[in-house]
């Protein structure tokens, strides 16, 4: 008998979220920002929507609505206010539908202090005039209001960082002081957005995945010294497309994740210094990259290929992705590259 394709959808469409698992895609933005996450129940939160203009809202609502299965974009996240972190907002709310977003709180001019930007409020304009179900300014603690999926371990997504603001145990929590405090010197403030990024945990059982946008050097310190109030990650998105202002070892070696996942490109990101925090750090098993490092001056800046998204420069590049999906249990997760079919699963660690 053969099946009208309306009613394949309908018998299929229920389908894609029933596995419960969490899944990630580091969306490719040339070198911007763009992860989404879709929870076990179905519902999807997107961390930054990449650079003006057609080409990275297009990505992102291809790898949702092809890939993800998605109608809707439940939970905006957007980390700070550089364009290559908000500009493709409003172009993706004129391709599908976007539920709340959350924010630093919409700034009047530009909130780097270094420099005067007199276009801000131009550009911003958009995503101030964007239609949106509503709009919340986060604050270090805000619990995202999720559906919990049956059979699935409890699921959870906390705000840990805005506006360099830093979220705090519950009042009967003791810590221990942190060994590695004082062993990295500090950098001279950093007084772009950057430092006010916001930062977001996700949590599925014990496994545990953050997002921290660009925090930069001394607020990084900040979240894991002298106490550190988030404990350790197992999948850790590597801050600022591994720039060096940013990825302070004290933070790395503090949060002693699995894996790294790097969302940079061509040229940008892959410093120096941040393969050295990541190197260094005993407890990572492999690091992934959604753009090979194309730069002449420093080619060893790489993983192993197998692990990167895309290999070629910005012209000639298909805006491959890497996925993350994380068992329903929470024990196990994998990640995967589907440009070449390279896949690995990790165990999640014990806490």
Request: hydrophobic share 35%; aromatic share 6%; charged share 20%.
């Amino acid at each position: 008998m053969r099946i009208s394709p309306l009613l394949l959808l309908l018998f299929t469409a229920p389908l894609l979220h029933a596995k419960g698992t969490l899944d990630v895609y580091w969306v490719d933005v040339e070198g911007g920002a763009a992860t989404l996450v879709v929870t076990p129940a179905g519902e999807s939160l997107l961390v930054d929507t990449g650079n003006p203009g057609t080409r990275d809202a297009g990505r992102i609502h291809e790898v949702a609505t092809k890939v993800a299965g998605l109608k809707k974009i439940d939970h905006l996240i957007t980390t700070h206010f550089h364009g290559d972190h908000y500009g493709g907002a409003a172009m993706l709310a004129n391709l599908m539908p976007i539920g709340l977003v959350n924010d630093n709180g919409i700034p009047a001019k530009s909130p780097d202090r270094h420099r005067k930007n007199p276009l801000f409020p131009q550009l911003i304009r958009p995503y101030r005039n964007m239609k949106v179900d509503s709009r919340n300014v986060v604050e270090p603690g805000y619990v995202f209001p999720l559906k919990q999926a049956k059979g699935s371990a409890k699921l959870k997504v906390t705000c840990v960082v805005a506006n360099q603001k830093i979220i705090q145990p519950p009042p009967n929590v003791r810590l221990a002081k942190n060994p590695l405090t004082g062993t990295v010197p500090a950098k001279p403030e950093d007084l772009s957005d950057n430092a006010n990024s916001v930062a977001t945990l996700f949590e599925l059982g014990d496994f545990r995945f953050i997002d921290c946008g660009d925090l930069t050097w001394n607020v990084e310190a900040k979240l894991v010294t002298p106490f550190n109030v988030i404990g350790t990650v197992d999948v850790y998105q590597v801050n600022h497309h591994g720039l060096d202002s940013s990825n302070n070892p004290i933070l790395i070696n503090s949060l002693k994740p699995t894996v790294s996942v790097m969302n940079n490109g061509h040229t940008k990101g892959c410093g120096a210094g941040s393969f050295a925090a990541l190197k260094g750090c005993k407890s990572i098993q492999a690091m992934w990259q959604v753009h090979k490092n194309l730069r002449k001056k420093d080619p060893e800046n790489n993983t192993v290929e197998k692990y990167v998204a895309n290999l070629t420069d910005r012209d000639e590049c298909k805006g491959h992705y890497l996925k993350l999906s994380v068992a329903a249990d929470g024990k196990t997760y994998t990640m995967s590259n589907p440009r070449n079919g390279a896949k690995v699963t990790y165990k999640t660690q014990s806490r």
